[in-house]
């Protein structure tokens, strides 16, 4: 067995060489060395059932070996070269996500990760558009960049003290705690017409943009009522605003569709991608109409983006989605996690709501007065782990469970999470 240093020894090194915002999960963590599609490894030997999959990231298992063959065959034959030079993966990749994303969305710009994504993506509308506003949802994440920082609704992944200009938040359509007080469907989703009381009310008329994810990841799973979109599209269109969709965590089958977009019948004049698009390798990119591409001239490049290794990864991530058909299994699995989580909720009151589509679903966590469960949702993730279950954490007040598992797991595999968070519930009450 390799010498690993241990949890203890990266702990020490982490305080003493690393900048104290990165945090980690856990009052024992563990030191991960190995993944093996649904499955992660610690430095002693521990096995755990992986139900994050790196938020969102790894749809097609960890170190899927599909995927990883060609990426190490590219890596061996040509890893970099400066994008004044023509080479044939990063042409590939582009013309794949013409094939497979929403509408008219067929021109592409890649980059290294979803913030930059998300950076390009407001550039190209500001530039399309003339104008210099943006509009974002309330418990959103956008990135880490001071722009998409500043686009982050939410509070905590928010680092102040020089946010940028131009931007109004937007009440989200958060139903368990509606931001408006109003209840679904009675509501006629007045949430979305506050999309257009923003704009009349805290702009100056001059918003290029709204971004949004389709379901908030971060935020809290949050998954708008089926008309959400059509209607802030409706509005949208009125004031000639763009629509981005930031599918960095939704997109390549998670939700049950290729793009999370597609349940909603909408097509963003821009889309943003990531994570999952590379299965594990960095990579990022922004796609969107003839049209609105053909005003952005100036020469510009990303030194990486766009380079042979991480364009390997992308064709044979794209490669074993469409083989394997992961947006229907990330369907028809999502649907048998949902129903069992439906049963827990029907059995233990510590959960609130399930919401979700596909295999992006979420669990929120309260006591009897709907106050969030936050002390509680530490101690299940813990016990869920020392079970060798992993879960992630999200929500305005991270007081969600988040299952977003690689899309590859059984049935038997949500039977196990379903059966430990049963067992450790039981054991909490
Ligand atoms: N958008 C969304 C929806 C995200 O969840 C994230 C990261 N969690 C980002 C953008 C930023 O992506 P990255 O960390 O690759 O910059």
């Excluded at 190490?72 to 990749?93: A, F, G, M, R």
């Excluded at 913030?115 to 993506?121: K, V, Y």
Aim: aromatic share 8%.
């Amino acid at each position: 067995m390799p010498n690993y240093i241990g949890p203890d020894r990266i702990i020490e090194k982490k305080q003493r060489y690393m900048i104290p915002c990165l945090y980690h999960f856990y009052e024992r963590p563990m030191q991960i060395v190995k993944g093996e599609m649904q499955f992660l490894y610690d430095s002693e030997g521990n096995k755990y059932l992986d139900f994050y999959s790196g938020v969102s990231t790894i749809n097609c298992g960890h170190c899927n070996p599909a995927i990883t063959e060609r990426v190490c065959e590219q890596v061996k034959t040509l890893q970099h070269v400066s994008s004044i030079y023509l080479t044939q993966p990063v042409v590939d990749v582009a013309e794949r996500l013409a094939e497979i994303a929403p509408g008219k969305l067929k021109r592409s710009f890649f980059v290294n990760s979803g913030s930059e994504a998300n950076e390009g993506a407001i550039l190209l509308a500001k530039v399309y558009t003339h104008d210099s506003e943006v509009l974002a949802l309330r418990n959103s994440l956008h990135g880490r960049t001071q722009l998409t920082i500043s686009l982050t609704g939410l509070s905590f992944w928010r680092t102040e003290p020089n946010p940028v200009g131009g931007i109004s938040f937007v009440p989200n359509p958060y139903c368990y705690r509606c931001p408006l007080n109003l209840k679904y469907p009675d509501c006629d989703i007045a949430c979305a017409q506050e999309v257009e009381r923003v704009i009349e009310t805290s702009t100056s008329r001059n918003v290029a943009a709204f971004i949004v994810e389709p379901i908030q990841g971060n935020g809290g799973i949050i998954t708008p009522p089926p008309e959400y979109f059509k209607e802030v599209k409706r509005i949208l269109d009125k004031y000639g605003i763009l629509l981005i969709a930031d599918e960095v965590q939704t997109g390549f089958g998670r939700t049950g569709k290729m793009f999370c977009m597609e349940h909603f019948g909408v097509s963003p004049d821009i889309m943003s991608v990531a994570k999952a698009l590379g299965n594990g390798m960095p990579i990022g990119a922004f796609i969107t109409t003839d049209e609105i591409a053909e005003c952005f001239t100036r020469p510009g490049s990303s030194t990486l983006g766009g380079n042979p290794v991480s364009m390997a990864a992308a064709l044979a991530t794209l490669d074993y989605i469409e083989e394997n058909d992961l947006p229907g299994r990330a369907a028809r699995l999502g649907d048998y996690l949902r129903s069992r989580l439906i049963e827990l909720k029907n059995k233990h009151r510590i959960i609130g709501d399930v919401r979700g589509l596909g295999l992006m679903q979420g669990a929120e966590l309260v006591h009897e007065d709907r106050s969030p469960a936050v002390k509680e949702i530490d101690i299940i993730l813990e016990k869920l782990k020392d079970r060798g279950v992993l879960l992630g954490k999200v929500g305005e007040f991270r007081n969600v469970l988040a299952f977003q598992p690689p899309l590859i797991i059984e049935k038997e595999d949500i039977d196990q999470v379903i059966e430990t968070l049963n067992e450790v519930l039981v054991e909490m009450e």
